[in-house]
């Protein structure tokens, strides 16, 4: 048995590691490399809006010089204003193709993970959606696929085109004018991105844990609600909301450090900034009054250091934001790196076509190595013949339905179709052949119809509505204001247990499998329901393989074999009739089962 494995996260209180960052982005590469020819052209367009944003200013240098004294002023050429204007608009256009052409790429690649991720969780194990906690993966989902988007933002629209930028204006300092120039502007730049760097990553930390606390608070949350009912029984809203705020502080405290740290990293950058400036426009002033450079060189020098430290200006913040960014995208992808615990063997084949039997050939168990389930479990369900299980609660009766669904694997022994040990066989063509009423039973957020409609979406209204009728429900959905289209609500809380009940026997029959699967089917309805449903029931069952698990053993009396589970084990079988004759503990539980139904009539 495979067990659930992630990249370890780095423990809050140290940054991520480099390692972790390079390993984000080739991941994430891929995903923007499928559009290559966009992606490279936009990045045209990125170099040729930099190029004209840069020659603006030597443009206006020599207009500058044109209206110098000395100049003739009506000798102003009229191309240098047409071209000033041309390359305006030109860096403007060049942003925006930029925009339009990369659009597409971010939104796609941000829809193709996404996607990835909701699939991949989908097919991971029980197990793992069991243990997980909601609130805490849907946070971590929607920071990471929003995360993508920022990512390639700050990437493509801030950091590429400063970069672009930088090199541009060093080349011409480096051309036009003497090396000091370009020393001052190279060191200021290399102190600003050092300090930047060093406090980023020193408040990454700060970064992990408002966002851990912030999941943390949203899970708790998302679980009191889900659980209102619970709340309201035990009259706690003062202690959800208390534990809920307990969460907050956590998050109020981390927020705080990190508003604070960021104000340091702001003044830390202008203090750079400020004296880079200085010492660009003295030296420039200099040359000025030494004759060696004119007022257009000066007005050159300045206009390049406003171009140059308006987009470091926010380095900081676009530092911080991509290594948050990468940060986010890792937890998701690491949600990608949890491998499945269930999954295809190499030749897996599809299930044959009915009819299926179905054998449970010394079945062992266990969700817990120390605690086992199911011990040397040995059965068969002929094709076409209903088996019930029967048994006190903690038997093991309900671990079959999902080693038959094969959400988990046996631990010893094999459960077989038709002879094939099912994982030989794909997940998809099992599933598909076997459909079930669970004992509990949950609804998605939508009508009443989609509900039932889900156990075959390609299904017609009018087999809906048979679906439903042979469920004895369509009666009730009629009387309702808006019949089909009622809503369910979240795990369909708006309908009672035993309406919820016959919605999932709807869906079963709708699916019309070969093998069924009832769970305490009819666990959440009345006698008279029971027995209503109970003929529907049967008659679904005859000519498919059947297994019924139940409490109520009246709803087994007509089964063709009926098994008496103890301790994971079978300890009686047989018929109906044979059991009582044989005056064992099903006799006992039949007889029990009896007066309570007499005291309740009574």
Known sequence: MRHTATRNKPPIGQPLQDTHVWLTLRTLFPYLWAYRLRVLLALGCLVAAKVANVTVPVVFKHMIDGLSPGEQALALPVLLLLLYGVLRFSTSLFTELREFLFARVTQRAVRHVALEVFRHLHALSLRFHLERQTGGVSRDIERGTRSISSLISYTLYSILPTLVEISLVLGILFVKYDLGFVLITLASL???IVFTVSVSNWRIDIRRAVNESDSEANTKAIDSLL?????KYFNNEAYEAERYDRHLRKWEDAATRSQTTLSFLNLGQQAIIALGVTAMMWRAAQGVVDGQMGIGDLVLVNAFLIQLYIPLNFLGVVYREIRQAL??????????KTHREISDAPNARELPAAPLQVDFATVEFAYDPERPILRNLD?????GKTVAVVG???AGKSTLARLLFRFYDVTGGAVRINGLDIRQLRQNSLRAAIGIVPQDTVLFNDSIFYN?????????PDEVFAAARAAQLHEFIESLPQKYETRVGERGLKLSGGEKQRVAIARALLKNPPILIFDEATSALDSATER????????AAKGRTTLIIAHRLSTVMNADEILVMQDGSIEERGTHPALLEAGGRYARMW???QQEQVAESA
């Open 327 to 336: 940060t986010d995208i890792e937890r998701m992808f690491d949600l990608l």
């Open 379 to 383: 059965f068969t369900i002929p094709p």
């Open 227 to 231: 659980n209102y009912e619970t709340v």
């Open 532 to 539: 209503a449903i109970q003929a529907q029931l049967e008659q």
């Open 452 to 460: 039932i409609q889900y156990g075959r979406p390609g299904a017609s």
């Open 591 to 593: 007889y029990l089962q």
């Open 190 to 192: 290399t102190a600003y």
């Open 392 to 394: 006190h609660s903690g």
